[in-house]
């Protein structure tokens, strides 16, 4: 129900992320408009995010979607930011006195989300990608860089505990006469992808899909009840 997807521009999140049951995308930045069918909603400050977020207390609201797309989050963390600064009359959340605007900040980003949560919808996260450094050297002695999600830490903490997956979007195999490559999505750590799952016997690469996703949570659930009836015994 909660993901954080990330990837390069236009490798197909959005894409992914409107296929989920009832979506309504919050439009934190353009990238639906090649998209048919799509409710999409666009948002250029906070206070947009936030009169959504009071038409979805609204039990009508239930009727319509099952998903919220936060598309994406690092733009949402910036308009909340400035939100907070507006709303305190400083242009610099740091300017706010005794640190509080850090702290104000973070309960309005953290509360607005665990409000979706609680209210019963899923929640996709989206994210760009970055290289990001490490501490780890390859076989040659140079320095390995890893990708992950493009988002504040303060952001990422926050959406970190939230999800129960975080998943990369990679593109493999790449023919250059077709200009064309598989795509798959990571759903584990490794020394050059920052990843994770909630799900013990999620597989950690899997072809990049909404269904193949479904089910391969299906298959991990599966799996997880499998062990623990072995373990329970007779």
């Not at 989920?20 to 799509?38: D, H, I, Q, W």
């Not at 290289?131 to 303060?154: C, H, R, Y």
Request: hydrophobic share 40%.
């Amino acid at each position: 129900k909660y993901i954080l997807l990330y990837g390069a521009p236009k490798v197909g999140k959005t894409s992914f992320a409107v296929q989920a049951p009832r979506a309504l995308v919050c439009a934190f930045e353009k990238g639906t408009n090649a998209l048919s069918n799509v409710k999409a909603q666009p948002i250029s400050k906070w206070v947009d995010f936030k009169k959504i977020l009071s038409q979805l207390r609204q039990p009508r609201a239930k009727e319509i979607y099952d998903t919220v797309v936060i598309d994406t989050v690092s733009i949402a963390f910036s308009l909340c930011e400035k939100y907070i600064c507006q709303r305190e009359g400083v242009d610099n959340i740091r300017d706010v006195s005794w640190g509080g605007g850090w702290t104000m900040l973070k309960n309005e980003f953290q509360e607005s989300f665990r409000e979706i949560t609680m209210l019963g919808f899923g929640i996709i996260f989206i994210a760009h990608e970055k290289n990001k450094a490490t501490n780890l050297v390859d076989e040659n002695g140079d320095a390995i860089s890893a990708v992950a999600p493009d988002i504040p830490q303060a952001a990422y903490t926050i959406v970190n505990g939230i999800v129960d997956i975080i998943g990369y979007i990679s593109v493999e195999d790449f023919d250059e006469n077709t200009q064309l490559g598989k795509r798959y999505l990571y759903t584990r750590q490794t020394p050059r992808i920052f990843a994770g799952s909630r799900y013990k016997y999620l597989e950690p690469k899997i072809p990049f899909g909404y269904d193949e996703l479904v089910n391969a949570i299906g298959d991990a659930l599966e799996k997880d009840f499998v062990k623990w009836w072995q373990q329970a015994g007779p």
